[in-house]
């Protein structure tokens, strides 16, 4: 019996090193001929697959006088390409029940489609896929139209108070740098973009070898990798030097902006620029953050904001982490007759975490939180896909999610401290206030 | 208490949503809001775990957790590692009958849902017409109430009030449970016997629900807030789902909201959006799950130098023109190869899987009839789609309502939201 046992062990302990080698998603990644970078999960649970194509073609590589101009881009891919029509694209996506989504973010621009697995379902969601990434034709006649629409609908968000707050802070932190303009561009730059500067934008940053291909679903390998060579064959060839976005300066100083709005609350933002995709102090400060403001009603803003006062709905701070240093921000809204007394909850709970970083015991429920919520992360095609598209977008290790949970648990309350004080000083934050208290002016602080 | 699981194996995870049938809809003039300030109140505490710690409890085994309140129901829900479901069950079957409403916490959270209602509706022209569009085309039903409530409901609300409300409607016998995830029926059972099966039951208030008295004329008003474009909302009564095997109407709406706007080249985008450019968008919409009475609604932005009642018009036309020419057997084959398909992208949402299942249970009907929708779809008829046009998109169940943009500069918002989704 003894013997039994052991050998019992020892299989169990082989059982758990096989387990611990073999990664919790097992991600393919290759190239293809065209140099387009392939990231690549299989799973035949549902007869559906998921492919996203993203290219570094985001609001970032605008310039002021034509902003505007990526976002417009990306848009038009899908109304007309390759001889067929927006009408014909739509349809023929519908037909097979496929579902276009286009993806556009300050760094990203691309496209993806999700659709039934079944052959003649694929293909035909496919070919349309690769026929608007490669060919898009940028109807003048079409482009009118949507500049029309672009600009009534930029005019109509500039009456909202969280686009005027959100616009304002961005302008604060990144005053002379692609982050701070208005990813959709303005009303007085929309209208004056032409056929010809999305197809030049579109020949020299949607090319094969910047493309990034996710893909999450019901293929074999064989299929997904012609796949997605049918996706990068036509695509524009390289276009020289890969784009870049030019590093993020400090603040110099703290700002504090109020603008005048009638609405019945105040839009409350401050922050700073952040951090970047791949800095090490990335987990440190992601975990700090739940603690400050990205735990819901486990961190110290709900808390003292919303918990003890009552003063808001909601109160939060995040990280958004880009190519170059995103911004982190703390954000609510209150009734305008508290926005000071809000304003000033808020800065001390700043200043005291960075301060004095996070006690022992919320950095304890801050880990039990993000490690013990891991599989919800990746318990679905559609987040796995998105996973995989910031993986390959970012470069970073085929690894990352395998050591996630590691990384967070590492994590400690000095590195943490250490890390927000690097980032972020009190003095130096943009802030801005738009709401019926407002004076509208602009004050050093 | 039902209880209903579905099991998804994909990953160790599992979703779990305790329904209440009570919603807006149980609600009396004077209380309007209180199922919504109830569904806060739950996260205040009871003797054993104080106001606070359920979402601390949840958040330290890996969960998230919220709830909703709508118009029909209240929900609460939890996503958590598999591991958990006993302590989401234990959690949820105290809080079902041991709640402490305590004076001092509604006193603040009373405060934090008026804050809910100005950043929901009371700043957002579109949610103000929503509002007043329902206030209008129900004069006695109390889907006239915004979930949310009137500002001067809460105002005057008292903790009492959710008590009445906790005491009258929280009970396993009005609840329905779901749990999607990676488990088997038989310990969710089991689990559930253990944790709910010791509850009493009540005796539930009777539901006296006003019916709403029949539309004799269309009807419309004007929302002025400040915006930049004008915005059009049209409501027509319309039936809802009561039997899925012998109804064949719902269906037929569904397949016309479709045949409308399911999908980018469908009528309102091609025509209004990209060929005549009277709109920036328009849309059609059709719920028929619902424990009251059915909406079809159309609605639009139009484009810049056009007005709402130019879209409006345009709107009817399209309709008259379905009516009048028929819709082609290639519409109603794209709608469909579109329902095939969405039918099998649901499942990649273990969540949309709970909330079809339960919302469907509220309104009174099986979650079997999640796989009857795509057959009965597949089954409507052209003929069918032009025969509930004709019913039902006519001007004596129709109300309407514009929105007229006001400059920003010194005008006010005048006054409130629809459904809520909801706690933190």
């Known amino acids: ?445 | 208490m039902r209880v209903i699981v579905k099991s998804d194996h994909r990953a160790p995870v599992v979703v779990s949503m305790v329904w209440y049938k009570v919603g807006s809809i149980d609600e009396r003039s004077g209380t309007t809001g209180v199922a919504h300030v109830l569904e806060h109140m739950l996260f205040k505490g009871t003797k054993a775990v104080p106001s606070g710690e359920f979402s601390r409890i949840i958040a330290e085994a890996g969960g998230r957790d919220n709830a909703f309140t709508s118009r029909d129901y209240t929900g609460y829900y939890q996503t958590l590692h598999k591991s958990q479901l006993a302590l989401v069950m234990r959690l949820e079957a105290d809080r079902m009958v041991n709640a402490l409403l305590a004076p001092e916490e509604f006193a603040k959270e009373i405060k934090v849902v008026m804050e809910e209602r100005r950043w929901r509706t009371d700043d957002r022209p579109r949610s103000l017409v929503y509002e007043q569009l329902n206030a209008a085309a129900f004069r006695a039903h109390p889907y006239r109430n915004p979930v949310i409530g009137w500002m001067s409901d809460l105002e005057n609300m008292r903790v009492q009030d959710a008590r009445e409300f906790y005491d009258a409607w929280y009970a396993p016998n009005n609840a329905t449970l779901v749990v999607v995830g990676d488990v088997t029926p038989e310990e969710v059972f089991k689990l559930a016997r253990q944790h709910f099966g010791p509850l009493p039951r009540k005796t539930l208030p009777l539901r006296r629900i006003t019916e709403e008295p029949q539309q004799l004329g269309p009807q419309d008003l004007t929302v002025r807030a400040p915006a930049e474009l004008p915005y059009v909302l049209m409501n027509y009564k319309a039936p809802v789902l009561r039997d899925p095997d012998a109804d064949w109407e719902p269906y037929a709406l569904e397949m016309l909201a479709n045949v409308l706007d399911g999908n980018e080249a469908a009528r309102l985008n091609r025509t209004l959006v990209r060929t005549a450019r009277i709109a920036s968008s328009a849309s059609a919409y059709y719920d028929g799950v619902a424990r009251g009475p059915g909406t079809f609604s159309l609605s639009g932005t139009p484009t810049p130098g056009k007005t709402a009642r130019e879209l409006e018009q345009a709107l009817r036309r399209e309709v008259e023109k379905l009516i009048a020419e028929g819709v082609t057997e290639e519409e109603l084959q794209r709608v469909k190869a579109q329902a095939v398909a969405s039918h099998v992208y649901e499942r990649d949402s273990m969540f949309y899987q709970a909330q079809q299942i339960g919302s469907l249970t509220m309104a009174g009907l099986s979650h079997r009839v999640i796989d009857l929708f795509v057959e009965k779809l597949k089954a409507v008829t052209a003929e069918q789609v032009v025969a509930v046009a004709k019913k039902y998109l006519v001007d004596s169940g129709l109300t309407v309502a514009y929105l007229d943009p006001q400059p920003l500069s010194g005008k006010k918002p005048a006054g409130p939201p629809p459904g809520v989704r909801h706690a933190q």
């Open chain 1, 1 to 445: 019996m003894p013997s039994k046992a052991l050998h019992l062990l020892a299989f169990a302990l082989l059982l758990a090193a096989a387990q611990a080698a073999h990664a919790l998603l097992p991600i393919e990644h290759w190239e293809t001929q065209r140099g387009a970078r392939v990231y690549f999960v299989q799973n035949r649970d549902l007869p559906m697959l998921d492919v996203s194509v993203d290219f570094p073609a985001g609001a970032a590589f605008d310039t002021r006088e034509k902003s505007g101009r990526a976002n417009l881009t990306a848009h038009m891919l899908r109304l007309g390409a390759g001889g067929m029509d927006e009408d014909e694209i739509s349809r023929r996506m519908a037909d097979v029940g496929a579902q276009l989504a286009g993806r556009f973010d300050p760094d990203r621009a691309g496209a993806g489609v999700r659709t039934l697995s079944s052959a003649k379902e694929r293909q035909q969601a496919i070919e349309l896929l690769a026929r608007i990434l490669a060919r898009p034709e940028f109807s003048a006649t079409v482009l009118e139209r949507e500049k029309v629409r672009l600009t009534g609908a930029l005019k109509e968000a500039d009456t909202k108070p969280d686009t005027i707050a959100a616009r304002t802070f961005a302008r604060m932190l990144y005053p002379k740098h692609p982050y701070g303009l208005r990813s959709s561009g303005e009303v007085g730059t929309v209208t004056t973009l032409t056929r010809e500067d999305l197809a030049s934008f579109h020949r020299s940053h949607y090319t094969a070898d910047r493309a990034v291909i996710a893909m999450m679903g019901d293929v074999t390998r064989e299929e997904a990798a012609a796949i997605a060579e049918a996706l990068t064959a036509g695509l524009p060839a390289t276009g020289g030097a890969a784009p870049t976005v030019p590093p993020v300066p400090a603040l110099e100083k703290g700002a504090e902006r109020w603008v005048v709005h009638h609405a019945t609350q105040s839009h409350i933002l401050m922050g700073t620029p952040g951090v970047s995709r791949g800095d090490p102090d990335y987990f440190p400060l992601f975990v700090g953050n739940y603690v400050l403001g990205g735990g819901g009603f486990q961190s110290r803003l709900t808390e003292e904001v919303r918990t003890k006062r009552g003063l808001a709905y909601s109160a939060y701070s995040y990280f958004s982490p880009m190519l170059r240093e995103g911004p982190f921000a703390v954000g609510l809204q209150t009734q305008a007759s508290g926005a000071r007394d809000a304003l000033a909850v808020v800065r001390k709970t700043v200043a005291d975490f960075i301060a004095q970083g996070p006690t022992a015991k919320e950095l304890a429920a801050a880990k039990k939180n993000i490690v013990g919520g891991f599989p919800l992360r990746i318990d679905s095609n559609r987040k796995i896909l998105e996973n995989l598209a910031v993986i390959g977008f970012y470069r970073m290790p085929l690894t990352y999610l395998d050591d996630f949970t590691t990384n967070v648990e590492r994590v400690t309350a000095e590195q943490v401290k250490a890390a927000f004080q690097r980032r972020i000083d009190p003095n130096r934050l943009a802030t801005v206030v738009v709401g019926p208290s407002g004076e509208s002016t602009a004050k050093a602080n």
